[in-house]
């Protein structure tokens, strides 16, 4: 069997809000064995990936939170920096939010225009994971006003935001986006924006019971999503 490898990048969008305890808790015992099993989910596609580069954006709520609202990590590369990766996780409070809407697409939006994509290798895969147990503040609510902490140049609707993705002139393309190697995973309830956000070209829903803080999260299906995308 001819085998292929590949690059791959991992940009983890996560909701740690004061509901999402049981589910932060999960994550961070799943993070680092979750590198291990999407390699070995590959290597039975004959896919090979030396390393993988991966960011982590932490969102609670911009108009409630100010400066806990978005958490940014650096971009860490697995296996070599995996300490350093689970020491950053382990620094993930579930803490804040306001009453039912987060700041979700401020959160998608920023980390994505922050991580610095791989541009190496024949075979690339840039994908997205995105979770959070309820809707999203619309992006239109900053032109009542925003604090210090909001975060610069951000899309004023969510057609703007899908044209960053789906844009051939999208603004992510300087930090080697690909719309052909990009798939987004988001684990969420079917609500707004999530909902819209399914016809998008690369993003797939896995659907998420509302307002449960994702304590019912599979982590199997995170990995499995992952593999089959390669």
Same mark, same amino acid.
């Given at each position: #069997?001819? $085998?292929?490898?590949?690059?791959? &990048?991992?940009?983890? %969008? #996560? &909701? ?24 070995? +989910?590959?290597?039975?596609?004959? $896919?090979?990936? &030396? ?9 609670? /709520? ?18 070599? *920096? ?7 996780? *382990?620094?993930?409070?579930? +803490? ?39 809707? +999203? ?9 925003? /604090? ?10 969510? &057609?703007?935001?899908? /044209? ?12 080697? =986006?690909?719309?052909? /190697?990009?798939?987004? =995973?988001? =684990?969420?309830? $079917? %609500? ?13 829903? !896995?659907?998420?019971? $509302? ?7 599979? =982590?199997? %299906? %995170?990995? *499995?999503? !992952?593999?089959?995308?390669?």
């Amino acid at each position: #069997m001819q $085998r292929y490898k590949c690059a791959a &990048d991992l940009l983890i %969008v #996560m &909701d740690a809000t004061s509901s999402t305890q049981s589910y932060i808790n999960q994550f961070k015992q799943h993070a680092l064995s979750m590198y291990d099993e999407i390699i070995l +989910a590959l290597k039975e596609k004959a $896919r090979i990936i &030396d390393e993988m580069c991966v960011k982590v954006i932490v969102f609670r /709520d911009l108009y409630v939170d100010q400066e806990k609202a978005i958490e940014e990590s650096p971009v860490f590369t697995l296996p070599q *920096d995996a300490g350093k990766y689970k020491a950053f996780l *382990d620094g993930i409070e579930s +803490a804040g939010g306001g009453s039912l809407a987060e700041s979700g697409l401020e959160g998608l939006a920023y980390g994505l225009s922050k991580m610095q994509w791989n541009k190496m290798g024949n075979k690339r895969r840039q994908i997205c994971l995105f979770y959070s147990d309820d809707e +999203a503040h619309p992006f239109e609510k900053a032109e009542k006003g925003t /604090d210090e902490y909001y975060p610069k140049g951000m899309p004023h609707s969510l &057609d703007e935001f899908s /044209d960053w993705i789906e844009s051939k002139q999208s603004k992510l393309i300087r930090n080697g =986006f690909s719309l052909k /190697d990009f798939r987004c =995973f988001l =684990f969420v309830p $079917r %609500v707004y924006p999530y909902t819209e956000m399914a016809d998008w070209t690369g993003v797939a829903v !896995i659907e998420q019971e $509302r307002g449960l803080g994702l304590k019912n999260l599979q =982590f199997k %299906v %995170v990995t *499995d999503a !992952i593999g089959a995308s390669f």
